[in-house]
């Protein structure tokens, strides 16, 4: 017999997400969607954007969740990094390739390997550069930094006062992902061994950690509706709490 939940929590270091669900969420289940031979053209370009928009969803769902496991957890304060390319690159094979040699040299000048999270971006202009949070770099001076990129310019963004590091980096992410440009495109990649988000489904367990939430560290509360379910979210951020 599958698995059911009705509420869940995912914690992310200080963001804490409680979801409560009206119907069960059945583990396992998956919705197969027959065909149907008489669908229009039209309609079938509009569910693929549909879809696109539910991907870019949770791929940023994913990334903040990601980013907020990991942030200020290796020693050392998270670094967020704009790198600029100097020469109009506009393909992601040549601009993943770049920022490939740019690890390499960077990892040879830290002598470890680097815990990142790496967003890539179009201008206005439609040239890419990328938005990148490094977990475990140390102080290094800029002209250092921009001595290891070689290919443009750098920006060291202040992000000591931020009280949710996931969701500020989210913005970053390409707003159109109905952009021709992103077909088959990652929105962001990471390094290995990060730490990842943990998600509790017992009951027992779900309601205890409820409980023991303060209504202090509730930063936002909301309440929709999707094409399965009626669902209550709350989000907590403890940062506050614990730094007392």
């Excluded at 550069?129 to 250092?144: D, T, V």
Aim: glycine share 4%.
């Amino acid at each position: 017999m599958a698995n059911a939940y009705n509420s869940k929590v995912v914690i992310s270091g200080d963001i804490i997400e409680v979801y409560e669900y009206k119907n069960p969420i059945v583990e396992g289940y998956q919705e197969f969607k027959k065909s149907c031979s008489g669908r229009s053209v039209s309609a079938s370009v509009e569910d693929k954007d549909i879809n696109r928009l539910k991907v870019l969803k949770r791929a940023r769902r994913d990334l903040r969740r990601l980013i907020n496991a990991n942030i200020n957890k290796y020693g050392v304060a998270s670094k967020f990094i704009t790198l600029t390319f100097k020469e109009h690159i506009t393909t992601f094979e040549v601009a993943n390739y770049e920022f490939k040699k740019f690890r390499q040299r960077l990892e040879y000048f830290l002598k470890f390997k680097m815990k990142y999270v790496v967003v890539p971006e179009f201008t206005k202009i439609g040239r890419i550069h990328f938005h990148m949070l490094g977990f475990n770099i140390p102080y290094i001076k800029n002209c250092q930094f921009a001595d290891i990129w070689k290919n443009g310019f750098i920006k060291i963004n202040c992000i000591d006062n931020v009280d949710n590091v996931g969701a500020y980096v989210c913005k970053y992410m390409n707003k159109d992902i109905l952009d021709n440009r992103l077909i088959g495109k990652k929105c962001y990649f990471a390094s290995r061994g990060l730490y990842k988000p943990i998600e509790i489904k017992e009951k027992e367990r779900v309601d205890n950690l409820a409980v023991a939430l303060p209504s202090s560290a509730l930063s936002y509360e909301s309440k929709f509706q999707n094409d399965y379910n009626s669902i209550i979210y709350k989000q907590y951020n403890i940062s506050d709490i614990k730094n007392k």
